[in-house]
């Protein structure tokens, strides 16, 4: 009978969950922080009041063992948390891999990804990370592979991933940078510029008060309103604009450009292999300039429709080496109740 039991008792001691590590301060005010992770998630809260907390939650032996060995300091001021120096060099030498090479967005991506797995066999444990800071704090954000998830209002973020996703409550009130090598990016209203850039995922923002430049090697973009200047480009996907109302330049190598409502301003629109769909609002007056190496051109406004006593205008640029260019009129807005 107890060769049929011990196993049972093993498993149950492997699955037990193990206890964090925890770093507990009190800030002056927000604060500036460093955070490197190199296997796990980071959950980031801006919370109200002058708490700092750190929880180091390891999944594995071998994430407790590198719970162990990170670094974290902090001086009233500026928090700081480090992963162990040799494994950060090892795995900084596999994420920098990523994209090198000749090809296409997506086959450096793929090869990248294959030869990070080989070198990451070597690299063993798991370590997700919780912390907590005051609001309106400036955060930089490293990790090797993870999903990196943002709750609150801070006033600068800059979050880097080699693999994983990124998830912001909101974005940041100055700026916000974020950056994965292969995932997701997600981020609510924002009210200063976002860049973001991954190599294999989809884009996707709420309104944006600033400026906001997009890239993706494979992947589609999908923007809400933005206040400033936009930049969007993918390889390989569509790109959808909810609204525009400045300057934009938008490319895709294969895929569509979706303009809901141009309201004014200037549009670049390049796209490989894909249409290009640009509805005009109503009382705005357009200039179109459009070329297709192998499509048509769809023109579907007239005098009758223009700016009359509006001075709203907008200037439409359109390229697509097959595709079809498309300038209709949008519906009106609906009243607001």
């Known amino acids: ?14 699955s037990a969950p193990l206890d964090p ?9 927000p604060i500036d922080a ?52 040799d494994e950060a060099q090892r795995f900084g030498d596999l994420v920098m891999g990523l994209g090198r090479g000749t090809g296409t967005w997506g086959e450096k991506i793929s090869r990248g990804l294959r030869s990070a797995a080989r070198g990451v066999a070597g690299l063993t444990g798991q370590l997700d990370l919780v912390i907590v800071v005051p609001v309106r704090s400036r955060l930089v954000v490293h990790s090797g592979a993870g999903d990196v998830v943002v709750t ?12 994983g996703d990124i998830a912001l409550e909101h974005g940041a009130e100055e700026e916000s940078r974020l950056t994965t090598g292969t995932g997701d990016i997600t981020a609510g209203t924002a009210a200063g510029d976002v860049h973001a850039t991954t190599g294999l995922g989809d884009i996707t923002l709420a309104p944006v008060a600033g400026a906001v430049r997009a890239t993706t090697g494979t992947g589609d973009i999908v923007l809400a309103p933005v206040g400033g200047r936009i930049g969007a480009t993918t390889g390989t996907g569509d790109v959808d604009l909810a609204e525009l109302d400045g300057e934009a330049t938008v490319t895709t190598g294969v895929g569509g450009i979706s303009i809901r409502r141009a309201r004014s301003g200037h549009l ?19 200039r179109v300039d459009l070329a297709t190496g192998l499509g ?26 097959k595709g079809d260019l498309r300038v209709l009129r949008a519906e009106p807005e609906t009243a607001q109740p």
Request: glycine fraction near 10%; avoid cysteine; aromatic fraction near 2%.
């Open 1 to 14: 009978m107890s060769e049929h039991t011990a196993p049972e008792q093993r498993t149950s001691e492997q």
């Open 21 to 29: 590590i925890v770093h507990e301060f009190v800030a002056s005010g």
């Open 34 to 85: 460093n955070i490197q992770n190199l296997r796990g998630d980071i959950a980031l809260r801006a919370e109200p009041g002058t708490a700092v907390r750190i929880e180091l939650r390891p999944a594995d032996e071998a994430g407790r063992e590198l719970a162990q060995r990170m670094r974290v300091r902090f001086d009233q001021e500026r928090l700081t948390v480090d992963a162990p120096a």
């Open 152 to 163: 609150g209002a801070l006033a600068r973020l800059e979050a880097r991933t080699g693999a």
């Open 268 to 286: 670049h629109a390049r796209s490989g292999l894909g249409d290009v769909t640009v509805r005009v609002a109503p009382g705005t007056a357009a």
């Open 296 to 321: 048509e051109r769809d023109v579907r406004l007239t005098p009758t429709d223009g700016a009359g006593t509006a001075e709203r205008t907008l200037v439409i640029e359109g390229r697509t080496a």
